[in-house]
């Protein structure tokens, strides 16, 4: 940003965060004294940098060439525990102190780690018991990363003591910015810990959450299989025992071990708060579909949401568990647009950071592809199109030693320039181009995706179906959605629905008494809710309701279940009525059969026994409408049915993009920002209906414009057509 002084930056960027309605992070109002050309170090274009692993006479090089790229900050020292704490209690800081200050030198900022993903090997001989027990019953060997207890108070005091000792040292260091705690937590090969210590949290938390054992006993039902508890230290944990868990003790599990996670990360956090109120503070972690700790908790008290990114990664790890074909340009796109709607939906439309995005080949003992020409520019625009304000590569130069020397960075081995080296380069020249204004801007949504983290733990608990999954149904629901991925909130029932034209919620396996009410009160006041088969079978307590379903939501939906069932070796097919009208479609793993008491019936089944019964219904309640789609509806007549209803519930778009492409709108205040990506390798046409100008030129484009493949287009509506979504999409 050539011209623009630190004054005119704040206040600019200020103001478009409080016009999303971002709390001023005092670091941003810090008045210590920048370099003249320090604008842009405020937005947090950066990479991951590993001073700890890199020999110090080659930290001044990396510094200058770092700053030569154009990064504004680094993030450093997530995984250095044992360099700054080599025994316990005595802490050196000198050599950290060092590799901030050579940075600082050259205008890059430092976003500091705390290091308790991964401790020390003096740690875990003095305390061994402090390495986590996984759901086979074996205790972990350390050696690796993440295998250690969050409910263990040695671990937790120990972790919190280098954090504090982090945080004294640094709260007034110059070029330190923020903080992100720990690293990646849950992302193990084991999520979930079942020591004696968790067994003991466990009970804790039961014990507040039911008060008394009689209440715990009639919420879970302990009397099946004669589990009734007389004392609380009697709970065990759900560790293999020669038959199924009781299904609410393995909720609760569940919710625990989240809650465990999640508290510790808010011991260091308070910490932080109190010692350095003028940094930031975050967590990275990967988003939807991972679902072992649910995100909302995670981030509540955090200044943003700090997410890892890695496309090829992803795709090299879908081709391992036998998903066929290319992926890159369909699956991948939308799996990762997931996780993007899903970081900006944590704290309310918010814009968010990556923390670690992919540069390079990436993997530990395998490598996923190089990314091709253009693939990391598009992923880094993908980002910012859904929503980031900020991305960090991972990482800058790429290990020689330890268990991630596949994982490659902007530097090879040998240090020369990676393949992607000057396409980031030039990425970030142009994401420094756009500012902050659009990069701290919201993001435009008039829809909703629900993503329940009880839905999604009670349906791995008990699927009804061995390939059910509460995750693929959500991803599955996310791509039909919206071909081009655009404008989807990933909301949770705590959430408003109001704001939004539609609601799509499939699979709520477990219904809570508030998100009943929350849906009866949407569609009452004119919203389309819009869900599918297993609905509103559970209660908060994992017990299945004792009314015909779907529950409380009966009269809401006007349908009954009548019958409900797997599909294993027999086809099932659906035949649409007229207002879905389209081919017939097919019912994939289940099947619930409607009986309509008030609901339109949508479609009705071709084969057996339910052949001419209702597989899908929509009932007009209130001022608005409820769908349920009994049927497990595979593509393509998932995307076909749920695009009419988004349609016909008024959603638009600025206009129509082929198949591959993400269109993606921005906006603050009467400003929009309209962001064409091509996932696909051949170019593409997009046909734009009216004027708009092409950020990267300048210039006015209209009509059939080239979109290179994996290119990339950023758009600004002019003043006259800024009401893009009102009356330019077809009828
Ligand atoms: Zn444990």
Redesign the pocket.
Known sequence: MPGTNRREFLTGSLASLGAVGIRYPTWALSTAPVASNSSPDQLLLGVDYYPDQTPEALWEEDARMIAEVGFTNVRIAEFAWALMEPVEGKFEFDWLHRAVQTLHKHNISVILGTPSAAPPPWLTVHYPEVV??NAQGMRLRPGGRRFT????QTYRRLSLAIASEMARTFAETPGVIGWQIDNELTLGSSPR???????A?FQAWLHTKYGSLENLNRSWGTVFWSQTYTDFSQVPVPLPSGADANPGLALDYDRYQSY?NSSFLEEQLTVLRKLCPKHFVTTNNVGLPLDTIDMRSLYGKLDFVAFDNYPGFFDMILHQQGKPGSLMSDVIPATVALGHDFARSIHGNKPFMIMEEQSGKAGQSTFSPQPEKGQVRLWTYQAVAHGAMGVNYFRWDTATFGAEEYWHGMLNHDRSKSPAFEEIRQTVKELKALGPEVLKSPYLAEMALVFDYDCSWAVKIQPGHYALSYTDQVTAWYGAISPSRSGIDVIGFGDDFGKYKIVFAPVVYVLSDAAAARIRSFVQNGGVFVTNFRLAVKNESSQIVQTPLPGPLRDVMGVTVAEYGPIYSGKQGVKFSSVLSGPDGECGIWADVLQASRAEVLGTYTSGSSAGRPAGTMNSFGQGKAIYIGADLTPPSLSRVLQKLAESAGVKRPFEVPAGVDLTVRMAGDKQWIFLLNHGPKPQSINIPRAFKDLATGAAVRGEVPLDGYGVRVLQASQLSRKITADTHPA
Do not use: D, I, L
């Not at 810990?193 to 067994?199: K, L």
């Open positions: 986590e027990v207890c969050p409910t263990n810990c079942y020591c004696n210590f968790c067994q949290g465990a």
